[in-house]
């Protein structure tokens, strides 16, 4: 007798190894040759996916948002070749970016605006007339102060009953922690020939501490971001 050959059921998509062998040319899964009702599915969704603009990057294990900004923010001016780019950002603590792209120039003057009179505290910074900078006016200590008391009233709301309760007062004390302005704004404060880490608010508040009235931040690239 004669064994029956096997045939396989998908070959890879580079090689042309069939899938009961290991690839090691490429290790690309393997493409089927007949598409069940499941994998139509999902093709069809990553076909989709693939047709929205900007370009997927690194997520990191946060509850999602929708959309919302990143804002490349510095005390020091930042030269245009160091802006960063759509491809070479990291999503930092408690933040999640599944892709992004640049905010169209005719916009800029619009979301800085609100950055100023919506996202930071109110009456801590005014635009300068370049429109892509702003000045420290003070209030920081003010804020602060109101900052750490709301940090200790949700400490006090944690117990032993509900400490480890999934997104429990515990849970809401590590967020307003990281993330002091409450916003999905995200901001790149520390960056290197256009590369950078976007993070909550934290890291731009503590730099917003350390500036004397009259100091300035200057703005880099801003994107849009999907999480």
């Known amino acids: 007798r004669h064994e029956k050959i096997r045939q396989p059921s998908a070959i890879c998509a ?8 290991t690839c090691h040319t490429c290790l690309t899964p393997p493409v089927p040759v007949v598409l069940n009702g499941i994998e139509k599915i999902s093709r069809t969704r990553e076909a989709k996916r693939l047709q929205t603009k900007g370009k997927r990057i690194r997520n990191s294990n946060i509850s999602r948002t929708m959309h919302s900004l990143i804002f490349q923010i510095s005390n020091c001016p930042i030269a245009e070749d ?3 780019g759509i491809d070479h950002v990291e999503a930092g603590e408690m933040a999640s970016i599944d892709y992004c792209d640049e905010v169209e120039k005719s916009e800029r003057k619009s979301v800085i605006n609100n950055l100023v009179n919506r ?4 009456s801590m910074f ?5 429109g892509e900078s702003l000045t420290y006016r003070g209030g920081f200590t003010e804020w602060c102060r109101q900052y750490v008391r709301s940090l200790h009233d949700k400490a006090m709301a944690i117990n032993e009953a509900n400490v480890f309760k999934y997104i429990g007062p515990a849970f809401q ?18 960056f290197t020939e ?3 880490t976007a993070e909550r608010s934290r890291q731009l508040m503590r730099i917003i501490g350390e500036l004397q009235i009259g100091a ?12």
């Not at 300035?216 to 999480?227: V, W």
Request: glycine residues 10%; negative net charge; without cysteine.
């Open 14 to 21: 580079k090689s042309g190894i069939p899938d009961f062998f």
């Open 82 to 84: 160091n802006y960063i």
């Open 119 to 122: 996202t930071l505290p109110a």
């Open 126 to 130: 005014t635009i300068n007339p370049d």
């Open 173 to 190: 004390l590590q967020k307003a922690i990281v993330n002091p302005l409450a916003t999905d704004i995200l901001f790149v404060t520390d």
């Open 194 to 196: 256009g590369m950078g």
């Open 216 to 227: 300035k931040l200057y703005i880099g690239a801003i994107l849009n971001y999907h999480g």
